[in-house]
């Protein structure tokens, strides 16, 4: 396993289109979690899944955004309508249920301009 | 509500030296502390992983303390290298959340 795979590394997209990201965790890892990080800033919390389960959303996730984890694999996080403020570094982590105790492991995130 | 704030935003040294970025947590009913590093554009990498029954955790040059009672933790970086320059972030994982509050970073930059 090679860690956590984010697609794609970079995107570009004019205002009012909609964009999806892909995430593959680790294969074990049962939690995989979306941040959003903008310059300067520490990545903020988005949403969280366990297995297929949705568990978790943060009041950042707009009615634009919605994310889904079909058969508790890999993740997709869309975004419709986009707008300038939604430029930002999209983080995806994973972790075993016990995130407590082994951590989490991020990707390369996805760098979303939106112009 | 959990605010974490890591001291200095910045730091620039010449290489060699050893460093200490600082990193405080308001609640201190946490599980863990996580240290990461990023590198421009690019995602977080873990260093080091605290728990909350820990008061040190090492990892060759790099060293992670814990003062959970006081809300604190440090990272020393001993013998600084140019390759060391990145952000390193802080990151608690609070009891009965499953999620991690990050600090802003500390930019660290290491000249030859």
């Known amino acids: 396993d090679t860690g956590v795979s984010q697609d794609p590394r970079h995107k570009i997209t004019k205002r009012g289109q909609n964009v999806t990201f892909r995430c593959d965790p680790i294969?074990?890892?049962?939690?995989l979690y979306w941040y959003r990080q903008t310059l300067g800033q520490g990545p903020e919390f988005l949403t969280y899944f366990q297995n297929e389960a949705q568990l978790e959303k943060s009041r950042l996730l707009s009615d634009r955004f919605s994310a889904e984890r079909p058969k508790g694999s890999f993740s997709t996080l869309e975004i419709q309508r986009t707008e300038q403020g939604d430029s930002a570094m999209y983080l995806c982590?994973?972790?075993?249920?016990?995130?407590?105790?082994?951590?989490?492991?991020f990707g390369s995130g996805t760098r979303l301009t939106v112009v | 509500k959990q605010e974490v704030t890591q001291i200095p935003a910045a730091l620039s040294v010449p290489e060699g030296e050893n460093l200490v970025l600082n990193c405080s947590f308001t609640?201190?009913?946490?599980?863990?502390l996580q240290w990461f590093r990023q590198d421009p554009g690019k995602g977080l990498t873990s260093l080091l992983l605290i728990q909350s029954s820990q008061r040190e955790q090492t990892s060759g040059r790099l060293n992670a303390s814990l003062d959970k009672s006081s809300g604190r933790s440090t990272l020393y970086i001993a013998a600084s290298q140019p390759g060391d320059s990145a952000t390193y972030l802080c990151?608690?994982?609070?009891?009965?959340?499953?999620?991690?509050?990050f600090g802003k970073g500390t930019m660290l930059l290491v000249s030859p």
């Open positions: 982590a994973s972790s075993l249920e016990q995130g407590w105790k082994y951590g989490y492991t």
């Open positions: 990151a608690v994982k609070e009891s009965g959340y499953s999620t991690l509050t």
């Open positions: 294969s074990e890892h049962n939690r």
């Open positions: 609640d201190s009913a946490i599980y863990n």
